[in-house]
Every structure is written in C-alpha cells, then in structure tokens.
C-alpha cells in the first residue's frame, strides 16, 4: 500500500500564502493525484487534481488562487495556495487513483490511498 505524507499546513493570516507538500512510499508517475480537504463538520471538499499527463483541474472555489504540480521523479506533489481566506481552513489531504491517468473533476470515491492530511488555518 502506498504511503502518502503532506507537509506544509500552518496557521496564516488572510491574503497570505502556503505551499502543501505530499510525498509518495512508491512510483507515481501512471497515476493522477489529487487534493481535497475537508472543514469541521463539512463534508470532505475535493480541491484539484493533477493527471499523471500533467494536465491540472481545479475546483471554481479554488481557481485563480491555487496551482497543483507534479515531479514524478521526486514521487511528489505540491498545492500553492495563494490569496487564502479564512474559508480555506480545513484538513488538506492528498489522494492518489489508480483508475485514472488523467481526468477532470472526480469525487473522493475515485481514490484508492490517502494521506493522514496537513492542517490549514486562515485567520481574518
């Protein structure tokens, strides 16, 4: 089973920026990638994806503000938060699918490993 780790999560004042990190056990470069997160009693929100082609997706609540990128050879993932505001705190999660090479937006069913995810807090 692969080992997903991210890294990167902290405490920011609105309008400031963070870069997640999230480090793959195993070879990523056949699968896509995700991120989702998830707020106190909310569902589990997906935020991006990145195919294993390279093309990203981004969910409209986070386009314009965040990028997701990919180095295969580094077996790494990374989600560039910028302008965050105070609705952007939550548990940030990583997500690999085995199902996918690349695609557009999908739901969390549609991954097969997950992170133990990284905290982002956004204050006012």
């Known amino acids: 089973q692969v080992q997903l780790v991210e890294s990167g999560g902290g405490s920011v004042q609105a309008g400031n920026s963070l870069r997640l990190s999230c480090a793959s056990s195993e070879d990523i470069h056949s699968y896509l990638m995700g991120w989702f997160r998830q707020a106190p009693g909310k569902e589990r929100e997906w935020v991006g994806n990145i195919g294993a082609d390279g093309r990203a997706t981004i969910a409209e609540s986070a386009k314009g503000r965040f990028t997701i990128s990919r180095d295969n050879f580094k077996r790494s993932l990374w989600l560039q938060m910028n302008s965050l505001v105070p609705d952007d705190t939550a548990m940030y999660y990583c997500?690999?699918?085995?199902?996918?090479?690349?695609?557009?937006?999908?739901?969390?069913?549609?991954?097969?490993?997950w992170g133990q995810g990284t905290q982002v807090t956004v204050s006012s």
């Open positions: 997500a690999l699918s085995r199902r996918y090479y690349t695609a557009g937006a999908l739901q969390s069913t549609d991954f097969d490993s």
